[in-house]
């Protein structure tokens, strides 16, 4: 039930219940708690009905570290996982648009760290031992991972349209042999399921001309099994293959990942060519062109979905949550008080899998809910069972009401934060055709000095242009945006920069182009062509000299 004022009410009708520290009176003239914001709901939940438990049952060192403040404050996080040289680092520049600081990009091996890429209001990089005690920061938990981790992590500022709604992780490129997993000197699959747990969408991204799956990645998105619904595919440098070709890779990928990820639903595969260079084999360029615009609209609409995000990881970990105390509950009770202590827990270690069955059976608990079981043996072998706590029945009461009652009556909050909110949050970069991203390039080369005043830069080429305008058969003067779009395409530039071109050329946005602003937009290709960068906004001395008393009235 919504409170007044749109606040929710989390106490579900026990306003004691949450305050029972509280002397008689004060839990008397205590109102239920109104949250104004579902991160502030699920801040104040977790805090006081799960974390306790997780304290009490030593969660942490079985599962996933403490939450943070940062954890239910941060904005949405995308994490990029695959081999080398499949193009991660490429693809963040493409989104966004712009060189971050520690970029670099190659056919062998080149990012050897973890980059966080978020927005700043300067470049700069944060090392990972610093970034790890900044509180508004979601990492501090990974100080566990120690310091050969910490030397390899770092986060990337920088001010950018796009990073003021989503952060982006670029991580190593995964190798093959087992000579890259020992010498990395900490545990690489972890620290993925560490930021599995945390992020909103996980991109897995595969090259067309490399589709085997090496042991270690293998092992990775085996360690994100519980994160299926935040996996998404991308088979990438797909321009570099015929469509035969792309159609047996596309197959051969979807049987590999068959074999890892055991999900009844067919995985989500985007295929393109992610970068700003013109298409190599353009035969399936409206393809492409689609499963782009799917791809960007599925992370356009995370910061809308983030409130949904957490609180469904808050539900997902608490239900382990649970499980886990009714597991160390029952380990603890079959524990001998005196003699042969090591024996019991030897015998105890090797019928886990049935233990599991027993009180999934007793309490009504999803065989889904329990944790992998191999790993529970392996970690338990390490612990004292004796030191394990009884069940405490008043805690598990109160986790199984937050589950019932107090997560329900945050869902009519997330829905009204969810229509208060833009269809689409994240802007700039390549998702909005009207940024340039590293295209502020701008002045190379001479490309385009100029003065307002001077001769307009285009004139030289105009009769070259004119001729293919003409032969375009312009009605009235003007050629509409299909004639523009169906000449555009032919130069192969992605439909990002294409896009870009007709904004920055369309001078007075009638939705067609005439013979000068056709000319523009036929000098920018060519600029492009060329490997310049185009300006954010056109620049005086570029607007075609029937147009410029038009932009300066409009200034």
Not at 109 to 136: E, Y
């Amino acid at each position: 039930r919504l409170a007044a004022g749109g606040f929710v009410s989390a106490s579900g009708g026990r306003p004691g219940a949450m305050f029972s520290w509280m002397g008689k009176d004060g839990r008397r003239k205590k109102e239920p708690e109104l949250f104004q914001t579902v991160s502030e709901g699920l801040r104040r939940l977790y805090a006081q009905k799960l974390l306790p438990l997780e304290e009490t049952y030593r969660f942490h060192d079985f599962h996933s570290p403490a939450l943070e403040e940062a954890d239910f404050d941060n904005k949405p996080m995308v994490l990029l996982v695959g081999q080398y040289s499949t193009g991660k680092t490429t693809f963040i520049r493409h989104l966004i648009e712009h060189d971050f600081p520690g970029m670099r990009i190659g056919p062998e091996p080149t990012t050897d760290s973890f980059i966080a890429v978020m927005h700043g209001d300067q470049d700069g990089v944060v090392p990972g031992n610093a970034l790890v005690v900044d509180p508004k920061k979601p990492f501090r938990k990974l100080n566990a991972f120690g310091n050969a981790f910490l030397n390899r992590f770092n986060c990337a500022q920088l001010p950018n349209p796009v990073l003021e709604s989503i952060s982006i992780i670029d991580t190593p490129g995964i190798l093959s042999g087992e000579k890259q997993r020992i010498s990395r000197g900490y545990d690489f699959a972890a620290v993925l399921e560490w930021f599995a747990e945390r992020v909103d969408r996980i991109i897995l991204l595969f090259d067309a001309h490399k589709l085997d799956i090496s042991d270690e990645f293998s092992e990775v998105i085996k360690a994100m099994k519980n994160h299926e619904d935040k996996i998404r595919v991308v088979l990438n440098k797909a321009d570099q293959i015929h469509t035969q070709q792309l159609m047996r890779v596309y197959g051969a990928l979807m049987w590999s990942l068959g074999k890892i990820i055991n999900t009844p639903e067919v995985i989500r595969v985007y295929i393109g060519s992610f970068w700003s260079e013109p298409l190599l084999i353009s035969e399936n360029r409206k393809l492409f062109e689609l499963e782009e615009q799917d791809l960007f609209q599925d992370l356009q609409n995370l910061p809308r979905n983030a409130a949904l995000r957490k609180l469904n990881d808050l539900v997902k970990r608490a239900r382990l949550v649970r499980v886990h105390a009714y597991i160390m509950s029952y380990l603890k009770k079959e524990m001998p008080s005196v003699f042969r202590k090591e024996t019991k827990k030897k015998q105890l270690i090797a019928r886990l899998g049935e233990i599991f069955r027993n009180i999934q059976l007793e309490h009504h608990i999803s065989p889904g809910d329990f944790p992998e079981c191999e790993k529970m043996q392996e970690q338990l072998r390490v612990h004292d069972f004796t030191k394990f706590p009884a069940l405490k029945p008043k805690m598990m009461e109160e986790l199984d009401h937050m589950l019932t009652f107090d997560v329900a009556k945050l869902m009519p909050l997330v829905r009204q934060e969810e229509k208060e909110m833009p269809e689409q949050m994240v802007h700039g970069g390549a998702f909005d055709g009207s940024s340039n991203g590293p295209f502020i390039e701008g002045v190379i080369d001479g490309i385009f000095e100029a003065g307002e005043d001077d001769e307009w830069v285009v004139t030289k080429d105009k009769p070259k242009y004119d001729e293919i305008f003409y032969n375009l058969s312009p009605t009235d003067g003007k050629i509409n945006g299909v004639k523009a779009k169906n000449w555009m395409i032919t130069t192969k530039l992605p439909n990002s920069v294409l896009g870009k071109i007709w904004k920055l050329s369309d001078v007075d946005k009638d939705g067609m182009l005439d013979d000068e602003e056709f000319a523009l937009a036929s000098h920018l290709i060519e600029v492009k062509l060329d490997g310049h960068g185009l300006p954010s906004e056109l620049p005086g001395y570029l607007v075609p000299p029937s147009k410029r008393r038009q932009v300066g009235s409009a200034d």
